[in-house]
């Protein structure tokens, strides 16, 4: 995979070697184990893939790129580049400065923006809308534009859907950036409509068979269909993709069940003509970090530490899979770890954060699963590990474990 120039602030000296020395043992990534960190009195679960993906890794890249090689320009992202506090705040201290927040609402008016500006495309892309309002003022939404393969992929995916006379059927949220810019892009090829998880997703298949009405349909999917969209026609043909970052598992149950709604309508022999069989779209880095998450939770330990932005789609999802196991502590950075004793969280379902105490129990040997995001720097999660590992006595030194695992 593509080597990105990205600052050395985000690399990490810790992590990075046991990323290096995995990838040399096991380039094709087949083992999922996670490697453990032996200090004695507390272990360190490491997963096998986690951390910067390709898409943030080369947004990163051109951003800082961007801001070297034009010191006398005014720079502007579009919104967050990534759901990563970190990265954005060092980015606003550079003098980025942010056009909308994450939820699309204006903080700079789109009139204070002249032609000669630059606009960073972030890596969730954006909607054709605020393409066309940028080509409108002159400045050229594509040169600066740092949105993932990955995310569009699944904009290809929707256009084929669309020119097949297919509905196509977002799993998604429909606040996130890229499943906004999803929309807009798969709208223009045909009836477009965003599900966020497997109850919305029976809901629709109510509408689908005669169950629930055309008014129920339109007040349930309020604000997450294309415009003009007709339940009784737009429903005969439908295929599903998905945000890049949702949980696997739930995308295939969505898929699963829509699949057999229209085979109990269709019946099985007409089954093609209704539903488009596709893959889903997932981007590999969410691939890579659930299923090496479930080989993490294989491992006999105590809590989870996930480390990550708290807006952060594919952080979330690791979060949910540890929360079903394990007491999981979600942080943003290693300050959240306040003491030995005591920990300040976020709460997924709650969306706010809380303290728990005594988070660390009290025993001989402690076993702690580490990981973070898809935007989430090595650096930070270093930082957590370093933290932790200072509050244990008699504890084997960080280098001497290291040195350890590499000879092995
Ligand atoms: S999580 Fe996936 S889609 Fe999103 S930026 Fe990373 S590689 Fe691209």
């Known amino acids: 995979m593509k080597k990105f120039d990205i600052p050395a602030f985000y690399r990490s000296t810790i992590i990075s070697r046991i990323k290096q020395f995995r990838n040399l043992k096991d380039p094709r990534k087949k083992d999922l184990k996670p490697i453990a960190l032996d200090f004695g009195p507390v272990r360190f679960f490491i997963p096998r893939h986690f951390g910067f993906c390709y898409g943030v890794e080369n947004a990163i890249e051109i951003a800082y790129k961007t801001l070297e090689n034009n010191p006398d320009k005014r720079i502007f992202l579009l ?10 705040e060092d980015l606003f201290n550079r003098g980025v400065k942010f056009l909308m927040d994450t939820s699309g609402n204006n903080l700079i008016d789109w009139n204070e923006l002249k032609r000669d500006d630059i606009v960073i495309i972030p890596a969730f892309g954006t909607t054709l809308e ?30 084929q859907l669309g020119t097949e006379d297919f509905t196509i059927i977002i799993h998604g949220k429909h606040y996130h950036e890229e499943t906004r810019a999803t929309f807009s892009h798969s709208k223009i090829h045909g009836p477009s409509l965003i599900v966020r998880n497997l109850e919305e997703a029976k809901y629709l298949a109510d509408v689908i068979l005669g169950e629930k009405s055309k008014e129920n349909f339109y007040s349930y999917f309020d604000g997450k269909y294309s415009e003009g969209f007709d339940p009784e ?53 969410t691939y890579d970090n ?41 942080i943003s950075s290693a300050d959240k770890i306040i003491s030995v004793n005591s920990i300040k969280h976020f709460n997924i379902h709650s969306k706010s954060e809380h303290v728990t105490k005594n988070f660390i129990p009290r025993k ?4 702690i699963l580490l990981t973070s995001g898809a935007s989430c720097p090595d650096s930070v999660v270093d930082q957590v590990l370093s933290k932790v590992h200072s509050f244990f006595e008699k504890v084997k030194s960080i280098e001497e474990v290291l040195n350890e695992i590499v000879k092995d």
């Not at 919104?79 to 954005?88: D, Y």
């Not at 393409?131 to 290809?156: D, H, M, R, S």
């Not at 969505?254 to 889903?280: E, P, R």
């Open 364 to 367: 001989d040997m402690v076993s």
């Open 79 to 88: 919104s967050e580049m990534i759901h990563n506090p970190g990265v954005n």
């Open 290 to 330: 659930q299923e090496a998450t479930y080989g993490l939770l294989e491992s006999p330990v105590d809590l989870a530490i996930v480390v990550g932005g708290y807006n952060s789609s594919n952080t979330s999802h690791i979060v949910e899979l540890c929360e079903a196991k394990l007491p999981t502590y979600f």
């Open 233 to 285: 026609k737009d429903l005969q043909k439908i295929g599903v993709v998905n945000q890049t970052t949702m949980l696997a598992t739930e995308t295939q149950e969505i898929a699963d069940h829509l699949k057999s709604v229209m085979q109990k309508k269709y019946g099985m022999q007409n089954l093609s003509s209704h539903f488009a069989d596709t893959k889903d779209t997932l981007c590999y880095a």
């Open 130 to 159: 605020i393409q066309q309002k940028l080509n409108q003022i002159g400045i050229n939404a594509y040169q600066f534009n740092t949105t993932c393969p990955f995310v569009e992929k699944v904009w290809n995916r929707s256009s």
